[in-house]
C-alpha cells in the first residue's frame, strides 16, 4: 500500500520557520522524484520546490528561493521542506508529490497535505 504522510504543518508568525516532513512508503522511495506543492484558498496548487531522486538537484519558484530548501534521506524514505522567513502569502496546505516516468509510464502519488498558517 502507498502511503505519503506529510507532517510538521501549523500556525507560526511571519518570519518564522517550519520544518515538513513527508514520509514515503508502499514504493521504491529513491526510484521517485520528490515535489512540494501548496494551494491555497481560491487558488490554483503551485510548485514550491523539487527534488531529483538521488537528491542531487533541487529547484524552486522565485516565490520561495532563498527561504525554502527542500531535502530527501532515501534511507529514511522522507523528503523534507524547511521553510524559513515565512510570510502570510506562505499560508496554505502543503502536498509532497512522488512521481517517475519510465518509457511510457508514469506512476505518481500524492499525500493527503498538511496545512501552514502564517499569521500574528
Known amino acids: 500500500q502507498v502511503e505519503l504522510v506529510e507532517s510538521g504543518g501549523g500556525l507560526v508568525q511571519p518570519g518564522g520557520s517550519l520544518r515538513l516532513s513527508c514520509a514515503a512508503s508502499?514504493?521504491?522511495?529513491?526510484?521517485?522524484?520528490m515535489t512540494w506543492y501548496r494551494q491555497a484558498p481560491g487558488k490554483e496548487r503551485e510548485l514550491v520546490a523539487h527534488i531529483t531522486s538521488a537528491g542531487g538537484s533541487t529547484s524552486y519558484p522565485d516565490s520561495v528561493k532563498g527561504r525554502f530548501t527542500i531535502s530527501r534521506d532515501n534511507t529514511k524514505n522522507t523528503v523534507y521542506l524547511q521553510m524559513s522567513s515565512l510570510k502570510p502569502d506562505d499560508t496554505a496546505v502543503y502536498y509532497c508529490?512522488?512521481?517517475?516516468?519510465?518509457?511510457?509510464?508514469?506512476?505518481?502519488?500524492w499525500g493527503q497535505g498538511t496545512q501552514v498558517t502564517v499569521s500574528s
Open positions: 508529490n512522488a512521481i517517475r516516468t519510465v518509457g511510457a509510464t508514469t506512476r505518481e502519488y
Open positions: 508502499g514504493f521504491t522511495f529513491s526510484n521517485y522524484r
